[in-house]
């Protein structure tokens, strides 16, 4: 009780301090403004500008470089037309350049043109500093878009709105046209004129990439969304009519067959009819519904190593139910990684934003209940096969342009399971170098009574055998875990500073998280710690140098379980760099002492029960661009690592370079391999391989054909384990060949096909055990 009343005095101090502070936090016009006619004339979307609409349009220069250099003047010219029409924003870009044969600009799939020669266009549509939309436009009209989020820092291309663009090289350079449809933006229409935060920009990658401004960007400011300046007009704008739906029909034929076994092929064939509603309920609130939905994914997850690990990994989200409006639920802490809902019939999710207050809730069934189990030893993925039912809601109020509170409330519940999660969280920012978070949340948890059995391999988990002390035994931490009698409780908490100047920065963080705590709709792969962060940094922007930008840097932190058992102690020092050739390097060194795994897993404790390592490792990691059309890239680890299967000092070398190769302007390969392998004393414990090969022939600006393969490959040395007996070889391989179709993000078709091999000591060589054919069609009707 003690905690929450400091808490709460906590709260009502800042936000007395927000009304106090007279700071403008948000878009501002001393930055920039642009006056936006309203034209109610048509015009054909070609990225010529013939129509005499643009002949009325209001005209503005992006005058300013402000990356590498700082606010000095472009060098090339760019001018943008702007008007707007009673249902749409237009643009028109002008991007001259002195040597046009030097654009680079490819054909390629919705935001995968990074790199190119590009416009963009970001629109903060509440003025509020807290969520912008973003596009950017290649000189072939090739699409990106986003959401950047002040909030988290983050910037999320997993949106996809529905908007238009053309683009053509000409003589002196380039020109892209651009419509975006109102119904795009959530914003307040009850005002008689607009006013948007709004930057206008240009990418021009040469030796280096430029970023060109319509205004100056002050690096003594750390918030990037308080800096865009102002653009008024719309007057009496409305989204109108915002009605989408957008049925489909997804067809797959699957076989799976268990080659260990000897079993033949088993077939699956499977036709889903499914609908997706969004639907406009007011300009500022926006219904997203879904039923009978298909949820898979088209592109396959980027290979990923699972050895040495005992955490689970992360895979990002991509289905696009999910993502629409995604931003509006975030929090400081991933309480929410909607992965966890796995196969749904049915979704629905309302997001709406009016004046200082937004809210949001999700609610979506699952066929079956998956989650993670955490701890601070390790994690894994739980699964109940019973359907569940999850609903997550967001509520937060912005009452100045320096603080916002919010809360969450998630829920996921199955017959004999459920956990209830609520949290609130603050942002608060007095200057503009502070920004001040902190979050608390409290959970509610029960599993059902059989759960632990799931991570005991089929051994009777109630029984210690008498091997636990010697490390081997069918009691383990996710055992420990999910043994639990009855509903359980408990709580975390975050708090974290940060202040950012120009030419250095500081920043600090401590954060607790209950033995008991569980976030099962989020992704907190740790429980049962504390752990407090402090670092900084120097930086410098060199004129007249290959480099640019150098920052030296480094952290320490320490971390304890919730009994005060050190669990690690870790110190980092680093330096990063950016500069010619579009290069970026960054090398450092860690030195830490961390725990290995249990020597009794049956016991929970740390002291006692546990070696402590010291470790000394090097990093190095840079990409950077030779020429036009090829990107290189390469990531390395070489030092002391811990070898948890054994619980032992071990010496990991782990090399990861990557290329991307422009082999023509719409035929792209891109290939990374990981190699990585754990020395003991007495040997090569292991060597694991990872190739991700990626082949991508964009036909035309809608459609592409696609080929990937990922292939795994580890060769151990079973008599260096002392607790198991793996295979010697270990291997597996996925290929995928896609065509598709986009008319616009919802408007797509897919015609497909997907398989698997896999082997081992008792399958010689890569064996198929996975085929799939699949076929998806839908389409967009916007009423």
């Known amino acids: 009780m003690h905690c929450l009343s400091q808490m709460h005095n906590l709260v009502f101090t800042l936000i007395l301090s927000s009304f106090l502070s007279f700071s403008a936090l948000a878009g501002s016009s001393q930055q920039f403004h642009l006056d936006i006619p309203t034209i109610n004339e048509d015009i054909k979307l070609d990225g010529d500008f013939n129509e005499p609409a643009w002949q009325h349009a209001t005209e503005v220069m992006l005058n300013y470089e402000t990356s590498p250099a700082e606010n000095t003047a472009a060098p090339v010219s760019t001018v943008v037309r702007v008007y707007a029409s009673s249902t749409s924003l237009y643009f028109a870009f002008t991007a001259r350049d002195p040597s046009p044969d030097n654009i680079r600009v490819n054909l390629r799939d919705r935001d995968k043109s990074w ?24 000189p072939y009209g090739v699409q990106s878009d986003s959401i950047e989020n002040e909030l988290t820092g983050q910037e999320s291309d997993a949106w996809d709105g529905i908007w238009y663009s053309k683009g053509k090289l000409t003589q002196n350079g380039y020109q892209v046209e651009v419509q975006l449809p109102l119904r795009l933006f959530n914003f307040d229409d009850s005002n008689p004129i607009q006013t948007w935060g709004i930057e206008l920009i240009r990418f021009y990658p040469r030796n280096e990439t430029h970023r060109l401004s319509t205004h100056k960007i002050d690096r003594n400011v750390s918030c990037q969304l ?23 029909i997804v067809a797959n034929q699957s076989q799976q067959r268990d080659i260990t076994q ?16 969004r639907w406009g309920i007011t300009p500022t609130t926006l219904l997203n519904a879904t039923v009978n939905p298909d949820f898979s994914q088209v592109e396959a997850d980027a290979g990923q190593l699972d050895v040495n690990n005992t955490f689970a990994l992360f895979f990002p989200e991509k289905r696009a139910f999910f993502l629409d409006n995604k931003d509006y639920f975030d929090t400081q802490l991933d309480l929410l990684h909607t992965r966890n809902i796995s196969s749904p019939d049915y979704g629905l999710k309302l997001t709406s934003k009016t004046d200082d207050h937004t809210f949001a809730i999700l609610a979506a069934n699952d066929t079956q209940s ?13 699964v109940i096969d019973e359907q569940s039912h999850n609903v997550a809601t967001r ?16 829920l996921k519940q199955a017959e004999e399971y459920h956990n209830y999660l609520a949290s609130i969280d603050i942002k608060y920012q007095p200057t503009k170098q502070d920004t001040f978070t902190a979050q608390y949340a409290h959970s509610q948890t029960a599993y059902p009574d059989a759960l632990f059995n799931q991570f005991c391999g089929g051994d009777d988990c109630t029984q210690r ?55 099962d709709l989020g992704f907190i792969d740790k429980v049962d710690v504390t752990k407090f962060v402090a670092g900084g940094g120097y930086i410098w922007y060199p004129e007249n140098n290959f480099f640019n930008k150098i920052t030296l840097g480094g952290d320490w932190d320490i971390s304890h379980s919730q009994d005060n058992e050190r669990l690690e102690q870790e110190t980092e020092m680093f330096i990063e760099s950016e500069g010619g050739l579009q290069s970026y390097i960054a090398t450092g060194i860690v030195q830490r002492e961390r725990v290995g795994r249990r020597h009794d897993p049956s016991i929970i404790n740390i002291n006692g029960n546990t070696t402590m390592f010291e470790e000394t490792l090097g990093w190095f990691y840079t990409n950077f661009t030779p020429i036009g059309s090829l990107k290189l890239e390469l990531d390395v680890n070489y030092g002391d690592d811990i070898d948890f299967a054994n619980d032992r000092p071990a010496t990991i070398t782990m090399l990861n370079p990557g290329i991307e190769w422009k082999l023509t302007e719409s035929l792209v390969l891109d290939m990374s391999h990981r190699y990585q392998t754990l020395d003991v004393d007495d040997g090569r414990l292991f060597t694991a391989n990872l190739s991700d090969v990626r082949l991508n022939w964009q036909l035309t600006l809608n459609s592409f054909i696609r080929l990937s393969s990922v292939y795994t490959r580890i060769e151990r040395d079973p008599d260096l384990y002392r607790y ?3 295979n010697r070889l270990y291997q597996d391989m996925g290929n995928e060949l896609l065509y598709g179709y986009k008319l616009n993000p919802q408007s797509v078709f897919y015609l497909g096909y997907s398989d698997a091999f896999i082997a081992d000591d008792d399958i010689d060589s890569l064996t198929q055990d996975e085929k799939t054919y699949f076929m998806k069609v839908s389409y967009a009707w916007l009423l």
């Open 115 to 138: 790199g190119d020669d590009m416009v963009g266009i970001k629109l903060d549509t509440f003025n509020n500093a807290r969520l912008a939309y973003q596009f950017f436009i290649n």
């Open 226 to 248: 308080c800096q865009l300046g102002t653009v008024s007009g719309l007057a009496g704008a409305t989204q109108g009519k915002d009605l989408q739906l957008t049925p489909s």
């Open 262 to 277: 000897g079993k033949p092929w088993s077939d699956d064939n499977d036709v889903d009819v499914g609908l997706d509603l």
């Open 370 to 382: 998956q989650f993670l189990v955490p701890g601070n030893l390790s994690s894994d993925i739980a």
């Open 395 to 410: 509520y937060r109020f912005d009452p100045s342009k320096q603080f916002s509170i919010g809360g969450l409330v998630t």
């Open 465 to 519: 055998n008498d091997n636990c002390d010697k490390g081997d035994c069918a009691i383990n931490e996710r055992v420990l875990r999910t043994q639990k009698e009855g509903e359980f409780n408990d709580a975390m908490f975050s708090v974290t500073y940060q202040h950012q100047r120009r030419n250095w920065y500081a920043k600090s963080n401590y954060q607790s998280i209950g033995k008991d705590f569980r976030a």
């Open 724 to 726: 198991q007996n793996p």
